[in-house]
T-cell receptor
Framework: DADVTQTPRNRITKTGKRIMLECSQT?????MYWYRQDPGLGLRLIYY???????NKGEISDGYSVSRQAQAKFSLSLESAIPNQTALYFC??????????????FGPGTRLLVL | AQSVTQLDSQVPVFEEAPVELRCNYS??????LFWYVQYPNQGLQLLLK??????LVKGINGFEAEFNKSQTSFHLRKPSVHISDTAEYFC????????????FGAGTQVVVTP
């Protein structure tokens, strides 16, 4: 089984709808991240969480919210989806040891289309 | 603030030829440097990283990269590519005081043809 899973893998929604993307991990990592990938822009950080009670905004948090329900689960919500939120979304995890700094483990991604 | 520039958006290369992907960064503090690879329809995975020590870093699948502090570069190389190296490659930077947060470049698409 994959260490980092994302559901759904593909989603089509309409402008104004609320949607939630879910991420689960079995790696036992404390840290979890949400990114979006757009062609020509690379990956941009939306939110990150260093433990269950620690949630931080990333580079592009406007229009998004997150929930860390447990160490293993980190959900991303779009409160009112708009077309420019059409993108590929990735969840990632990492641990806190100094030797693994910057080493992140990515899920397979969720492809979101907002009509 | 840090930034990462990948100088080539796409690199076509023939099988068994060498490839070099260029990455430059800017930061006012010490950094850690990374290359990630994304195969078609997959998430990213770490190829290699520079944290400290030797400036020549070897990674998986025969890739290596060299950290050049004076030129603020971290170019990725492979002496002989395979068809299976077709993928998108991302350079990333983490500032030493950023608790491991990554800033990614825009990516370089490598297309290997026979």
């Amino acid at each position: 089984d994959a260490d980092v899973t994302q559901t759904p893998r593909n989603r089509i929604t309409k402008t104004g709808k609320r949607i939630m993307l879910e991420c689960s991990q079995t790696k036992g990592h404390d840290r979890m991240y949400w990114y979006r990938q757009d062609p020509g822009l690379g990956l941009r950080l939306i939110y990150y969480s260093f433990d269950v009670k620690d949630i931080n905004k990333g580079e592009i948090s406007d229009g998004y919210s997150v929930s860390r329900q447990a160490q293993a689960k980190f959900s991303l919500s779009l409160e009112s989806a708009i077309p420019n939120q059409t993108a590929l979304y990735f969840c990632a995890t990492s641990d806190r040891t100094s030797g693994s700094v910057g080493t992140q483990y990515f899920g397979p991604g969720t492809r979101l289309l907002v009509l | 603030a840090q930034s990462v520039t990948q100088l080539d958006s796409q690199v076509p290369v023939f099988e068994e030829a060498p490839v070099e992907l260029r990455c430059n960064y800017s930061s006012s503090v010490s950094v850690y440097l990374f290359w990630y690879v994304q195969y078609p329809n997959q998430g990213l995975q770490l190829l290699l990283k520079y944290l400290s020590g030797s400036t020549l870093v070897k990674g998986i699948n025969g890739f290596e990269a060299e950290f050049n502090k004076s030129q603020t570069s971290f170019h990725l190389r492979k002496p002989s590519v395979h068809i299976s190296d077709t993928a998108e490659y991302f350079c990333a930077v983490s500032e030493a005081d950023s608790w491991g947060k990554l800033q990614f470049g825009a990516g370089t698409q490598v297309v290997v043809t026979p």
